[in-house]
């Protein structure tokens, strides 16, 4: 299983919105609706923050939004905010496996 | 509150063993999926394994199969990743994590420990 594809960074001032996107293929992302995104601080495990392609855990943001077309899902946040300065992971149901995206650095300018 | 607490890390020469070990709390342990991830230095999540609420399904990354083993104990709420012939890129961070719904596996990681280093170097 080859890790689904994230920009490598990913900046905005804050208040603004980014996307972050999210390419896998039709075995994972593009084949199953369990598409989950993770934002992970540095030195910290990471925390769930969408599940079920565009659901939001209890105590998530709104800001923070999912979506997928395809192949493709994405990750959206809105109104940027100093805290949301971190890692972000996009993860798929792949049948009996799951894959995990490349690592994508949102920094807030 | 749920609690996730791995132990078992450590540094270990390549083609050495380790058993991790990661106990739960706070939830009906029983009911849940519950999975290893791992991270390397520096580098993204990479999914390891899993084992179903009531042992009958288990599944692996192809990396690792054949050379880990992951079980539980639903008695002592714990979960266990025993690495045998270990490798200089089994070198990670390795977390303990539980499913966000009950008998659900749909990789939704809602809970994770603090996670254990495990160091293959000679």
């Known amino acids: 299983q080859s890790a689904l594809t994230q920009p490598r960074s990913v900046s905005g001032s804050p208040g603004q919105s980014v996307t972050i996107s999210c390419t896998g293929t039709s075995s994972d992302v593009g084949a199953y609706k369990y598409v989950s995104w993770y934002q992970q601080d540095p030195g910290k495990a990471p925390k769930l923050l969408i599940y079920d392609v565009d659901k939001r855990p209890s105590g998530v943001p709104d800001r923070f939004s999912g979506s997928k077309s395809g192949n493709t899902a994405s990750l959206t946040i809105s109104g940027l905010q100093a805290e949301d300065e971190a890692d972000y992971y996009c993860c798929s149901y792949a049948g009996s496996s799951y894959v995990f995206g490349t690592e994508t650095k949102v920094t807030v300018l | 509150e749920v609690q996730l607490v791995e132990s078992g890390g450590g540094l270990v020469q390549p083609g050495g063993s380790l058993r991790l070990s990661c106990a739960a709390s706070g939830f009906t342990f029983s009911s849940y999926w519950m999975t290893w991830v791992r991270q390397s230095p520096g580098k993204g999540l990479e999914w390891v394994a899993n084992i179903k609420h009531d042992g009958s399904r288990i599944y692996y990354v192809d990396s690792v199969k054949g050379r880990f083993t992951i079980s539980r104990d639903d008695a002592k709420t714990s979960v266990y990743l025993q690495m045998n012939s270990l490798r200089a890129e089994d070198t990670a961070v390795y977390y303990c994590?539980?499913?966000?719904?009950?008998?659900?596996?749909?990789?939704?990681?809602?809970?994770w420990g603090q996670g254990t280093l495990v160091t293959v170097s000679s």
């Open positions: 994590a539980r499913d966000l719904r009950d008998r659900d596996n749909s990789g939704y990681f809602g809970y």
